[in-house]
């Protein structure tokens, strides 16, 4: 079956550093990958996607490739804030059905001023 | 934001009681989703859904049951409540685009 694995956490910064994210897969076919972010007490929403290989998705200063060589999809950001932390899920989507996401076990962020 | 409310917010019940949890969505979404979050497990999918009346099982499907009579709402129902199912309880949908919206948890406790 499909599988998410992401980089154990919790990860703690100050703020101004550079961040990154490991999140690799195994699915079959070209799924499409995601990032979700939780913030304390909220639901799941959607920081950035990417649906075939080669494509950078970007948002808020985020950005992760889709990797098909190394079947990563790494989540970074140049410069953390004190607001980005939160929860870091990455997930994918197979393109034979969309009802079967599968998710990684979340990383927490923690940046420090 | 998508329009996507859950009821109740929260819960605490007791074991072997029955509990009906519901999603509610206004965006005519064709796929709705009910996840369990649990630490060190992530989302762990339960249910979804494709269709009114049209449903199938996640991973963690034991001991939960779902309906989806009107597009807009998902039920999962615990039929006898256990501690292990104890959690937080995300619903989600999403339309052709794959992108899921989750609604803001339902976090029941089961004594």
């Known amino acids: 079956g499909n599988s998410v694995t992401q980089m154990e956490g919790p990860v703690t910064l100050s703020e101004e550093a550079f961040l990154t994210i490991n999140c690799t897969y195994t699915?079959?076919?070209?799924?499409?990958l995601f990032w979700y972010v939780q913030y304390p007490g909220e639901g799941l929403q959607l920081l950035l996607k990417a649906t075939k290989a080669d494509d950078k998705g970007s948002n808020k200063g985020f950005e992760a490739t889709y990797r098909k060589e190394t079947t990563s999809f790494h989540l970074e950001k140049g410069s953390v804030q004190v607001s980005d932390s939160a929860v870091y899920f990455c997930?994918?989507?197979?393109?034979?059905?969309?009802?079967?996401?599968?998710f990684g076990d979340g990383t927490t962020l923690t940046v420090k001023p | 934001d998508a329009g996507i409310t859950q009821s109740p917010r929260h819960k605490v019940t007791e074991t072997g009681t029955p509990v009906t949890l519901r999603c509610h969505q206004t965006e005519n979404h064709r796929y709705m989703y009910w996840y369990r979050q649990d630490p060190g497990h992530g989302l762990r999918l339960i249910h979804y859904?494709?269709?009114?009346?049209?449903?199938d099982k996640g991973e963690v499907s034991d001991g939960y049951s779902v309906s989806r009579s009107k597009t807009e709402d998902f039920l999962l129902t615990l039929e006898s409540a256990t501690s292990s199912q104890t959690s937080v309880y995300f619903c989600?949908?999403?339309?052709?685009?794959?992108?899921?919206?989750f609604g803001p948890g339902t976090r029941l406790t089961v004594l």
């Open positions: 997930a994918l989507t197979p393109n034979t059905n969309a009802g079967k996401s599968t």
């Open positions: 989600a949908i999403s339309d052709q685009t794959d992108t899921q919206y």
């Open positions: 699915a079959t076919g070209y799924p499409s």
């Open positions: 859904s494709y269709g009114v009346k049209d449903t």
